[in-house]
């Protein structure tokens, strides 16, 4: 989402020179008046941002990070990956050494883009720097003017290009050995790393003393400087960027960009047209002020940190529901089978089912900004967790069976919903939802968000049309779920909103079959192969409308579309599937799908050996809640096989579904709860899908 006051975009004037000066590894950490006070100069009379350095592994090392500056597109080298390539001098300029390699073995067929579009709009292009030359190479691998060193860079020879680029490698250099990025965390003592620093800002600040004062200079920390991902250091100095944070329309965030935006932004200000296969977009300088540099410093650091605390928790966080999950159903089949601790186990159905939400709350309050980050994420999301398991067991809600699995399911879905109405910024930087450093997503609905607003919607719809169909309006009750997940699924799938793909596919089936087991109808598998097909034609029709709008205006459903056009596509899919193939090993993620299908069709096939009748008291009560769970399933199933993140979604709809069935069952049981058959219903025991329409 563009924020109000954007208007400062990437511009400039024919006679104004354009700059790139990377330094790969820089972080925000890293700057402060005494260690690098050049630096620091640039960034009071510059706009900055976080700089998400993402390319196509875990962490992006230099010449990955350079390669992607050039291609405008994610790309990497494709082995073990350090410094770029020394260029072979050729004249006043120099060639790339086996720059084909790029293009015929290495698939980047699109490295060389910035180059090639700078010389054919008749722009010299200068070099300084093995990374500076890979970044302004044409498609033949050639830049026109280079020099080895910045060492070299004197106002002479920056005057003789309008484009420029200027590779200042020592803080990095220390972390590369044997031709390849350290794989520790920090491999440098900090006296190392500070003396790598140092360096580097000298030799900036040598480059910025001999540009013209009116230069727009664009500075990038490229790549990560070790192990872990990190996020870096961007600036933009020049027009009226002085003091603002700055972002990009391909984040939707005011302080965060992307690596291919540098190529978009380069070309931007050089006054050239951004080649379409470009996917970033010029940087902008947002509307909201920084307060001064210590205090931009300070916010963008807390940044990383949090993106950094997430990344360590996520593991442990997921073992821990997936114990909990299992250890709630053995626990759950043994004491059921003796109708034994029920009361136990529905708070503690109740409870697992608060989690999710929880994981997005937390990030109501600034946890990250304490001085014990990780103590703070944990120690706010368990606390939310049982203030809103409290809310669902204590209202006067807590005697109707379906009562608690209502305040949980709406609480989810209003969080979510609202999430997405706001910009995002709850799912950004949860365990369950995605962040920057990692740089998968940067906004919209993830697909474990999906998973849980898919599920509560459900959920959610079928408790109202519950109570619709017992006045005998299973008409209102079927119009209930259609309008409800018809607007949570245009909401989740349109561009710039929730912009997921995949959900709008499995989000439709789940709908359909909702609202036809409500109404009485049979699904089959042809039917529900049709619902299926519906969601991809759906999903595509949004994707190209995305498509229609101007290239730096679409988002990645848009750019799906292109990619049909150009052939790309396969290959899009083919690595999407093969992330999803992927996940069926998780150790994290199948004991959840396991233990939850195993429990529930055992609940379904021997229903008093296994839950003393539990799950068919819930479905007796409530034949639109075994409607729900039903869609659920079959968004999860679907969901599963058509997002990389494949069994995540399922499990977590099975993490936040299951338990909340078994906490209606419960209490039907308890209450006494009478058999009923509306007109047109099916009863409990009749068969969930046929075979035949």
């Excluded at 698939?107 to 180059?115: H, M």
């Excluded at 409290?390 to 919903?417: E, F, Q």
């Excluded at 008291?617 to 599963?640: D, E, I, K, N, Q």
């Excluded at 069935?661 to 009478?674: F, K, N, P, S, Y």
């Amino acid at each position: 989402m563009l924020w109000p006051g954007a208007a400062h975009a990437a511009t400039t004037q024919a006679d104004e020179q354009v700059v790139l000066i990377g330094i790969p590894g820089l972080r925000w950490s890293d700057l402060g008046p005494a260690a690098t006070p050049n630096l620091w100069r640039l960034a009071g009379r510059s706009a900055v941002g976080s700089l998400s350095v993402r390319t196509v592994g875990r962490t992006a090392c230099p010449y990955d990070g350079w390669l992607t500056v050039s291609a405008g597109v994610r790309s990497a080298v494709g082995y073990g990956c350090g410094l770029p390539p020394t260029p072979e001098p050729s004249g006043t300029g120099a060639v790339i050494p086996d720059y084909s390699y790029l293009h015929d073995v290495a698939r980047q067929r699109n490295a060389g883009a910035l180059g090639q579009a700078l010389r054919a709009a008749g722009r010299c292009t200068l070099a300084i720097g093995p990374g500076a030359a890979l970044a302004l190479a044409d498609r033949s691998g050639r830049v026109d003017v280079y020099a080895p060193s910045p060492a070299q860079a004197d106002p002479a020879l920056l005057a003789r290009c309008p484009v420029a680029a200027v590779d200042i490698d020592d803080l990095i250099r220390p972390y590369v050995t044997g031709g390849r990025l350290s794989a520790d965390p920090e491999p440098l003592t900090e006296p190392q790393r500070a003396a790598g620093l140092r360096l580097a800002d000298t030799r900036a600040g040598a480059v910025l003393g001999a540009l013209p004062e009116n230069a727009r200079v664009l500075l990038a920390g490229l790549s990560d400087h070790a192990g872990d991902p990190h996020l870096r250091v961007a600036m933009l100095s020049g027009g009226q960027a002085s003091g603002r944070f700055l972002g990009a329309a391909s984040t939707h965030r005011d302080d965060t960009t992307i690596l291919p935006d540098i190529t978009a932004t380069v070309l931007s200000l050089a006054g050239v047209a951004t080649p379409q296969e470009v996917i970033g977009v010029p940087w902008q300088a947002s509307g909201r002020r920084t307060g001064g540099v210590e205090a931009a410093r300070l916010e963008l650091d807390r940044a990383d940190v949090a993106g950094q605390t997430i990344r360590q928790a996520g593991g442990v966080f997921f073992t821990t529901v997936a114990v909990l999950q299992v250890a709630f159903y053995l626990t759950a089949f043994l004491l059921l089978r003796r109708r034994r601790g029920l009361t136990g186990i529905r708070v503690a159905a109740v409870a697992l089912a608060s989690l999710p939400v929880s994981t997005y709350l937390v990030n109501l309050v600034g946890w990250h900004r304490t001085g014990t980050p990780l103590v703070a994420l944990v120690g706010g999301i368990v606390v939310s967790a049982l203030l809103l398991t409290a809310l669902a067991l204590a209202g006067p809600w807590r005697r109707a069976p379906l009562g608690p699995l209502a305040v949980v399911a709406g609480a989810t879905a209003a969080v979510l919903a609202g999430d997405l109405l706001t910009g995002t910024t709850l799912q950004l930087n949860s365990v369950m939802g995605y962040s920057a450093v990692v740089g998968a997503r940067y906004y919209g609905l993830g697909n474990i968000p999906f998973a849980l607003f898919a599920t509560s919607v459900l959920l959610l719809a079928a408790t109202i049309a519950h109570r619709l169909t017992r006045g005998g309006r299973t008409t209102a009750a079927v119009a209930v779920v259609a309008g409800l997940g018809g607007f949570a699924m245009i909401l989740g799938g349109w561009p710039g909103v929730g912009s997921d793909f995949g959900g709008v596919i499995a989000f439709v089936p789940g709908i359909a079959v909702t609202a036809l087991l409500i109404a009485g109808r049979r699904v089959s598998i042809v039917k529900l192969g049709a619902f299926c097909v519906a969601g991809g034609v759906v999903v595509m029709a949004i994707a190209y409308l995305d498509y229609l709008r101007p290239p730096g205006s679409r988002t990645h459903l848009g750019r799906f579309v292109g990619q049909v056009f150009t052939g790309e596509a396969l290959e899009v899919i083919g690595r999407k599937f093969g992330a999803m193939i992927g996940t069926l090993l998780s150790p994290n993620l199948m004991p959840v799908v396991i233990a939850a299908v195993a429990f529930l069709v055992y609940a379904l096939l021997r229903p008093e050996q296994a839950t003393a009748g539990v799950l068919p008291a819930a479905f007796t009560h409530s034949p639109a809640l075994r409607a729900g769970l039903v869609g659920t399933l079959v968004s999860g199933v679907v969901g599963m096989l058509v997002n990389d993140s494949g069994a995540a979604v399922l499990s977590m709809a099975l993490a936040l579904a299951v338990p909340l069935t078994l906490a209606v069952g419960i209490r039907a049981l308890q209450a006494g709860a009478r058999p009923y058959a509306e007109a047109g219903q099916e009863p409990a025991s009749s068969s969930l899908v046929s075979r035949s329409s």
